[in-house]
């Protein structure tokens, strides 16, 4: 890569991979959990996470570049967490605490690297791309935001007990 423009394109296609993986990651996060409140923020996440992907897809268009062949070697790392962790979980009430725990990860990754592409969208002049991914960005922070307010919410009090 020797231009910003490379740099923003590797960025957009490696945010694709991620949510690709997380499209096929959610069903299990949401199976595991065991609070009602938590399994339909999962739920409700993977519809989220699907009109990203789609999002994404668009931007991969209207800069005439193929989404596919990049893997997201972080997401993937992070997912493998998420699934080492519910093998080991012990009761329900940990593991929900340890599901928001993960779900968390992921949404960090996410909002640093959708945070970082409307950076570079706007500097290379990509408006209405910068607001897509503005778009997608805002709804990373609205997914983490209602995982905190679940931990708050007792979850992780359960888990103490």
Known sequence: MKTLE???QHQIKDLY????????ALPKMESNATNSDLKEAFASHLEETKGQKKRLEEICEE????????????MEGLIKEAEGFIEEAGNDDVMDAGLIAEAQRVEHY???GYGTAVRYAKELGHDDIADKLQET???EYDADQKLDDLAEGRLNEKAIS
């Open 137 to 139: 960005l805002d709804e």
């Open 63 to 74: 800069l005439d570049i193929n989404p596919n062949g990049e893997k997201c070697k972080a």
């Open 6 to 8: 490379e740099l923003f």
């Open 17 to 24: 991979s991620a949510e690709k993986q997380l499209i096929e």
């Open 110 to 112: 996410e909002i640093s």
